[in-house]
């Protein structure tokens, strides 16, 4: 009896331990959306209440169907929900179907809520209804548009712009209007009209392109897409494009040769969008300096040991400057030229016969540096190579003077001698030639009346000869003075 007794208990307590464990924890669906289009998302809150006497470990184990993705929000959720005793826990599941689902038709999907606590496994039901759109006339179309091109562009390429355009439901848009507007250059104005298809997307490309001498600035691409016949216009995407700056410097050197003249013409060209400064150097020498000149002028730079002329230039975009360097020894052939002509001219007409004159002291006072005695000589020579005849020599001898007429042994008599009181003496000596390059000199004494203190001037002699043409010329000596 007493055993009987036992194992009734025993059962007893093993129904109501089975009860208790069955009961730990409760779950409760409660829809968020449940009807949606295709391509929407369904959304379910899921609470899990702990009604048992000990915390629980929970796991959600979804059905992997490839017709519907699925998220738990939290996402860790999936794996691990604790719930403390008495109290609740919410997920949200995230059900969105695939383009294969059919529309207008409802749907459960099937899952689990397992405890790795009790072992208790839980059947969960969401039930939702997939509408079809093409019976809806209210519906709104989504589409979105996601561009691209280079944020930085030299306007003297072109720029890419691409553009995807995406339908996120299955409505089909018949007509999608999506316009390119461009602030700085309107050419680039464009309008798409385009058909899209439920779900589907499209590529749209175009070009853009820009003044070559467009000034940098910053470009704004405004692209709006809009449903007209939904009266459904998009918020616009906008792209900013960088128009950047560039100045190439292009050198043009034309040479031009002359006789002794050379000409360069020098051509500086901005071809860019800004200003650009260049230094423009041409090397030069001192001597090269003085037969050069510069249009417009330039400064001297020394550098490296050399010389170089230097412009400094600003060029505004797509201006040219020219510079002229003219190298002229037209100059320095004149100059010489003159310089043989006056030589062979002088040559030419030079006199035939050089005469010089010169006076020695002979004799002086001790105390009052008196001349009492002179000697001259002058000298005759022939400076050709041929025989000249005739020749007259006329000396002049001041008043105060008394020519010594013993004459030195040696020298040429004067042929003859004519005395004036008041002028003074003219003596004249007669050469009937003179040799190539021979050469005479006549000399003679002279003594003066009264003591002369400090010197004396002599004038010039004269030759008189016969040149040429056989006519006479005259040469004249140097005027002395002696001390």
């Known amino acids: 009896m007493h055993k009987h007794r036992l194992l009734l208990v025993m059962a007893l307590i093993l129904v109501l331990g089975l009860s208790a464990v069955q009961a730990s924890f409760t779950v ?3 829809p968020v959306r449940d009807k949606i289009l295709p391509g929407e998302v369904a959304v379910f809150n899921v609470t899990v209440s702990n009604t048992g006497k000990t915390a629980e470990e929970l796991s959600y184990k979804l059905v992997e169907d490839p017709s519907w993705s699925v998220i738990t929000n939290p996402i860790f959720h999936q794996t691990s929900l604790k719930v403390p005793v ?4 919410t997920t949200q599941i995230l059900l969105t179907p695939d383009k294969s689902i059919e529309y207008g038709q409802s749907y459960d999907y099937n899952f689990k809520i397992a405890s790795s606590v009790s072992h208790i496994e839980k059947q969960i039901i969401l039930s939702l209804f997939v509408k079809s759109p093409n019976k809806l006339t209210n519906y709104v179309p989504i589409v979105g548009i996601d561009a691209d091109v280079n944020s930085e562009l030299d306007p003297r390429n072109k720029a890419e712009l691409y553009m995807t355009v995406t339908n996120f439901n299955p409505l089909n848009i018949t007509s999608l209007l999506v316009s390119v507007v461009s602030e700085v250059n309107p050419g680039n104005n464009r309008v798409f009209n385009i058909t899209l298809p439920g779900l589907a997307k499209k590529e749209l490309n175009m070009s853009l392109s820009y003044d070559p001498l467009q000034k940098p600035v910053k470009e704004k691409i405004t692209i709006t897409y809009s449903v007209p016949a939904r009266n459904k216009t998009f918020a616009p995407e906008t792209k900013d494009i960088q128009i ?4 190439e410097i292009h050198k043009n050197t034309v040479p031009h040769e002359y ?7 020098i051509k500086v060209f901005n071809d860019g969008n800004v200003n650009k400064q260049e230094d423009v150097r041409v090397k030069t020498s001192l001597f090269k300096q003085i037969f050069t000149s510069e249009e417009p002028a330039a400064q001297i730079v020394k550098e490296g040991g050399f010389r170089y002329y230097s412009w400094p230039l600003v060029l505004a975009p797509q201006e040219s400057k020219e510079i002229t360097i003219t190298e002229n020894y037209r100059p320095l052939f004149i100059i010489f ?28 006072a001790d105390a009052e540096e008196e001349i009492s005695m002179m000697k001259v000589q002058i000298h ?5 190579g041929k025989i000249i005849e005739n020749l007259n020599v006329v000396d002049k001898i001041p008043h105060i003077a008394v020519l010594d007429r013993d004459f030195p042994v040696g020298t040429l008599q004067p042929s003859k001698i004519i005395k004036h009181e008041k002028r003074g003496s003219i003596i004249k000596w007669v050469i009937p030639e003179l040799e190539a390059y021979e050469e005479r000199i006549i000399t003679y004494n002279l003594s003066f ?7 004396i001037r002599l004038s010039s002699a004269m030759v008189k000869y016969k040149n040429r043409i056989n006519r006479f010329s005259k040469s004249y000596s140097n005027r002395i003075s002696a001390r």
């Open 337 to 364: 030229v003159v310089l043989v002509v006056a030589f062979g001219l002088y040559r030419i007409f030079r006199s035939p016969v050089v005469i010089k004159k010169e006076a020695h002291r002979m004799k002086k």
């Open 449 to 455: 009346k009264l003591k002369i203190i400090g010197g």
């Open 244 to 247: 950047l700056p560039y100045a």
């Open 28 to 30: 409760d669906v409660v």
């Open 86 to 89: 008495g109290e609740n826990r």
């Open 259 to 265: 006789f002794l003249k050379k000409v360069q013409d």
């Open 380 to 384: 005759i020579k022939n400076r050709t």
